[in-house]
């Protein structure tokens, strides 16, 4: 595997046609019927991301090596910690170390921003994730139940890391 690297996400655009190709197709058969495209509106399109850049302290990344772009992440600079918001990887890469080279750039994120804590959120029945998450050294701190409007809740953990 050759070195990863965050790429600033320069065109919002261009991040989100990336997003929704990865979404459709990991999430599409796994989520019930109209919830993953209302979820790529809701959290993944170029205006939402605008807006948590100016708004919220966004700053999204592609995950890049010698062949190309392999994944993206949104990282949140919170006042006493990191939110990792979005960690996904073209089907391609998963499975393969991918993840675990982009965990340790967030955390080098993480650490220049002096940010002693990673959070996040992940859907309660994504078990390949959680158990990452696990073996990277988070811990899963509470479930929740977030109402993300349109009828559609999603059953959540909290997992948080300290470095």
Known sequence: MSPLQLEKAADLKELAEFAKAIWLEHWKPLLPEGQTEYMI????????????????????????NEEGRVGYTALSVKEDQLFL???????????????TAAFELIKGFAAAHSLPKITLTVKRTNTPAIDAYLKWGFKIAKS???????????PDYVMEYTL
């Open 41 to 64: 509106e809701m959290f993944h399109s170029e205006k939402v991301m605008k807006k948590q850049i100016e708004e919220d302290r966004y700053h999204y990344f592609y995950l890049r």
């Open 144 to 154: 929740i139940d977030t109402d993300i409007g349109s009828g559609f809740v999603m």
């Open 85 to 99: 918001s979005k960690l996904y990887m073209l089907k391609e890469y998963r499975r393969r170390g991918f993840g």
